[in-house]
């Protein structure tokens, strides 16, 4: 599986289709970046922030995280990871498209590097980047993105993370009775300011090395229904206010 099939598989940049919001202007889009950022900054820190980790060292916030790992999660719940995960680190694949260029200036705000490409334009470049900034940073991606179907998981991390020796972390994100954009494709999630957000990631995933079709189509069934299964478990846990057994405050960072 060559390199371009392998980005063009992936459908993992991340893109929020805006269709009343199409701005071409360079400097409108820097100021709309600047207000998204400080409006996301204020709205994500009303939240009662917890996590369940089956190991924490996975999570770069702590200083115990150690080498390069792939974090993927679905793409409705971009807010959790945007506002709590700036300046650790991190690259973010972001979609060529131009209602993703305010995005890529907010996550330019809260400390986020990011990579362009998409499945129709930039795939052999971004897949460079990736392979560049994979030998330094994290890198984080939305297997569902930029178009869905939601919460069906494109190969592209799984190709990713044979290509590299990454491991991958898969993290289940949770609100409670957030709002949700039903017109989205992904029914992206809005939480209510001053609820619970819930996380559960897992722990490394190691995939193997040159996996042919039917290899990378197993992984990619496997990982699906486990990050499908930690965001049914997370979005349960904030619903209903109980506790965890070794569950953790978690703190914006940055």
Same mark, same amino acid.
């Given at each position: ?76 719940? %971009?807010? $959790? ?8 680190? %991190?690259?973010?694949?972001? $979609? ?21 490409? $998409? ?7 971004? %897949? ?33 993370? *044979?290509?590299?020796?990454?491991? %991958? ?25 001053? *609820? ?43 619903? *209903? ?14």
């Amino acid at each position: 599986m060559g390199g371009a099939i392998g980005l063009a598989a992936a459908g993992t940049a991340t893109h929020y289709p805006l269709p009343a919001m199409k701005i071409d202007n360079p400097l409108l889009n820097k100021f709309g970046g600047l207000l998204a950022s400080a409006a996301v900054r204020w709205w994500m820190g009303t939240l009662d922030y917890k996590a369940a980790y089956y190991d924490r060292t996975i999570d770069p916030y702590f200083a115990d995280c150690r080498g390069q790992k792939i974090y993927i999660f679905w793409h409705e719940y %971009l807010l $959790s990871p945007l506002y709590l995960r700036g300046h650790c680190n %991190l690259a973010m694949l972001l $979609s060529r498209h131009r209602d993703a260029e305010i995005l890529s200036h907010v996550a330019h705000h809260f400390g986020f590097e990011f990579v362009r490409g $998409s499945t129709r334009r930039g795939g052999v470049s971004a %897949l460079r980047q990736l392979l560049a900034r994979s030998r330094r940073m994290h890198l984080t991606i939305t297997p569902d993105g930029p178009r869905g179907p939601r919460r069906r998981l494109a190969p592209g991390c799984v190709y990713l993370a *044979s290509k590299l020796g990454m491991p %991958l972390v898969a993290m289940g994100y949770g609100y409670d009775r957030p709002w949700r954009v039903r017109s989205a494709w992904d029914h992206f999630a809005i939480p209510r300011p001053g *609820s619970r957000a819930r996380a559960i990631p897992s722990g490394e995933i190691f995939v193997p090395p040159d996996l042919d079709r039917q290899g990378l189509e197993h992984y990619r069934q496997k990982i699906e229904r486990l990050l499908n299964r930690l965001t049914l478990e997370a979005e349960s846990w904030a619903a *209903s206010g109980s506790r965890k057994t070794g569950q953790m405050n978690v703190w914006h960072y940055g």
